[in-house]
T-cell receptor, first 115, second 117 residues
Framework: GESVGLHLPTLSVQEGDNSIINCAYSNSASDYFIWYKQESGKGPQFIIDIRSNMDKRQGQRVTVLLNKTVKHLSLQIAATQPGDSAVYFCAETIMIKAAGNKLTFGGGTRVLVKP | GAVVSQHPSWVICKSGTSVKIECRSLDFQATTMFWYRQFPKQSLMLMAT?????????EQGVEKDKFLINHASLTLSTLTVTSAHPEDSSFYIC?????????????FGNGTRLTVT
């Protein structure tokens, strides 16, 4: 069933500081992980992904860290900007076939950037 | 590239009527699309997997007769909410895979806000 009465955890960060968003994933068999950014009234937007054979991957101003031992994923945003204010979701899947790999989304974290 | 378009972006309908939402892949062909719903301040919940030319696969607890999915072409999947009720009010989002790209992250549409009065 669907969760009831949740509120999203919120991370307030000063503009220019670094942000760290954490995610605990559920399936130890998952081998592909993605971070998405969702702005109000829009669909999720891809930020960065990582496969299970890696521990770290860097993009532009973003870094994803994967700890398979404790099933933990984090997203680090460097020099956070006002445009980074959004809800961030992690997602996991098992890439067992060429198509139809379903994503399972985490609960989400709201990031508020203070000027 | 890999743009997914949803239409309409928002719709208001009366209780008991049906509403159709379209999901199009604009610059690629998608054999597989996914439909999600999202309640306020919550995460995305997968409703069904839409497969071109075959029946959709529904997640547990999702009524297939209420949420009709048709994926008649490689660029279009539709979700019809039949006999809508106020509890069906939600944000519906589709996504599509780029075929043959095993590690390609899903590309999402911008969602459809459904309000049933």
């Amino acid at each position: 069933g669907e969760s009831v009465g949740l509120h999203l955890p919120t991370l307030s960060v000063q503009e220019g500081d670094n942000s760290i968003i954490n995610c605990a994933y559920s399936n130890s068999a998952s081998d592909y992980f993605i971070w998405y950014k969702q702005e109000s009234g829009k669909g999720p937007q891809f930020i960065i992904d990582i496969r299970s054979n890696m521990d770290k991957r860097q993009g532009q101003r973003v870094t994803v860290l994967l700890n398979k031992t404790v099933k933990h994923l984090s997203l680090q945003i460097a020099a956070t900007q006002p445009g980074d204010s959004a809800v961030y979701f992690c997602a996991e899947t098992i890439m067992i076939k060429a198509a139809g790999n379903k994503l399972t989304f985490g609960g989400g974290t709201r990031v508020l950037v203070k000027p | 590239g890999a743009v997914v378009s949803q239409h309409p972006s928002w719709v208001i309908c009366k209780s008991g009527t049906s509403v159709k939402i379209e999901c199009r892949s604009l610059d690629f062909q998608a054999t597989t699309m996914f439909w999600y719903r999202q309640f306020p301040k919550q995460s995305l919940m997968l409703m069904a997997t839409s497969n071109e030319g075959s029946k959709a696969t529904y997640e547990q607890g999702v009524e297939k007769d209420k949420f009709l999915i048709n994926h008649a072409s490689l660029t279009l999947s539709t979700l019809t909410v039949t006999s809508a009720h106020p509890e069906d009010s939600s944000f519906y989002i589709c996504s599509a895979e780029v075929p043959g790209h095993l590690n390609s992250p899903l590309h999402f549409g911008n969602g459809t806000r459904l309000t049933v009065t």
